[in-house]
């Protein structure tokens, strides 16, 4: 079967971090459990996602492996990783930066934490 098309990621702060601030607090750990891929139904059925299983998101500037959870909260085509885990509490030692363009955006000349195409596929 062809390799289904990439997926816009999202990548803003966590509820319980700034960036990476405040990402090795226990309670906020805690409250924030591990890194997720939050993943459409549609888009998670069509590449054998469920929730709870382990997905490798890549592109060309590189991959993170996190955990997929499937929910209706977000439109097709689009997959939120919230961040940013520090790499030691992250399953593969790697978190969502990993996959974002080094490139500034034209407007603001900030970084594309809200325009990254990625590729998600369950771990082998």
């Excluded at 702060?13 to 890194?35: D, I, K, W």
């Amino acid at each position: 079967a062809p390799r289904p098309s990439p997926l816009v990621c999202i990548s803003p702060p966590a509820h319980s971090f700034l960036n990476t601030t405040f990402a090795n607090v226990p309670r906020f750990l805690q409250r924030e459990a591990e890194p997720l891929l939050h993943i459409h139904p549609d888009d998670a059925a069509l590449r054998q996602i469920v929730s709870g299983s382990r997905v490798r998101v890549c592109n060309a500037q590189g991959e993170v492996t996190l955990t997929a959870q499937v929910t209706g909260d977000i439109i097709p085509g689009t997959v939120l990783a919230p961040g940013v885990w520090w790499s030691k509490f992250s399953p593969d030692g790697r978190n969502i930066n990993q996959v974002t363009p080094a490139e500034e955006t034209d407007m603001g000349a900030s970084g594309m934490f809200y325009d990254t195409a990625v590729w998600v596929e369950p771990t082998r």
